[in-house]
């Protein structure tokens, strides 16, 4: 076992692997959106209602099932739809935001918020495989450390429940700061980095990373990929690439440069669907959707090709050893 393959409980371990490819790479699509969502469907998004919403995702997921490992999705539109319509195949894993949404000005008090009525044990009885967690996190911010607990009581709940956790934190800037600046977007990089470490430490499976550069230049490009290599040399836990909302072809070199870096993936959203899939014209949505599948696979082979599989294996004495008979008579008591 590599440093990319600790040991983990047996619940989570099944859990991961549903929500990876047989070879160990999470290829996630994420459809966790809410008002945003709303206004891809419409030019007047006080028009789509809840029946229109629901549609719309159920719709996306059916013609981009074949080409994840999971869907990440929202309690409000998403989860028990996609489970009740058979849009999601058994075969395809299932995650869950445990989030609400929040676009609060961002300030030094700016904090995660989970969603009202939702809870770790719903997702956990729901089938969910992976919880996933908005982090917005700087440690220069007032709450820096009521966002360190958030993560550390998560990580307790999730193993009892063996529920792995992934999570995301999210740099941002304050009040007054250029984020158009370079010397910001220097900061931005170091804090992308600094964050994935910090979550890494407060025992976290799995993480979601912004990317931690600029691929406008070849320079660019070089530097976010020692970026890249210096997040990984912090983490012990797989990382997957977020979209953030990028271009897709900017995105795809994202992939490929955090993959050569030690990425088993991404999990990509608005990228991937948001210029083609939601179109407001319902006819052009069928082709629309074909052309966010064959994104999706560009990037698959992106991230096979260069990137590094998550598939922790035991075997022989080691299995053995990590289980012996009976191993189940203490587990969870």
Known sequence: MNKKENKTDPGKLRSIQRATTSDGFFLVCALDHLSDFQE?????????????TCDAKIELIRSLASECSAFLLDARFGLAQAIASRALPGSVGLMASIEDEDYKPTTVHRST?????????????????????LWFYRPDSEVAEH??????????ECAELSLPLVVEPIWFPFEGEDAKSDAW????????VESAHEANSLGVDILKVEFPGYVETEEGRAKALEACKQLDAGV???????????????????????????ASGFMAGRSIWRDDALTHDPKKRESAAKGAARRLSELAAVTRQHGRPFAPKLEGKDLTQAFPEFWYADWHR
């Open 185 to 192: 977007k220097q900061h931005r990089v170091r804090g992308i």
């Open 147 to 156: 966002q360190r607990e958030v993560v550390r009581s998560l990580v307790r």
């Open 40 to 52: 891809l469907l419409d030019p007047d998004p006080k028009t789509v209602d809840y029946q229109r």
């Open 113 to 133: 918020r989970f969603r009202e009525n939702w809870s770790l044990k719903r997702m956990k009885l729901l089938g969910v495989d992976v919880c996933k967690l």
């Open 236 to 262: 012990t836990a797989p990382w997957m690439l977020l979209s953030a909302g990028v271009g897709y072809e900017a995105f795809k070199i994202q992939v490929e440069i955090a993959c050569r870096a030690g």
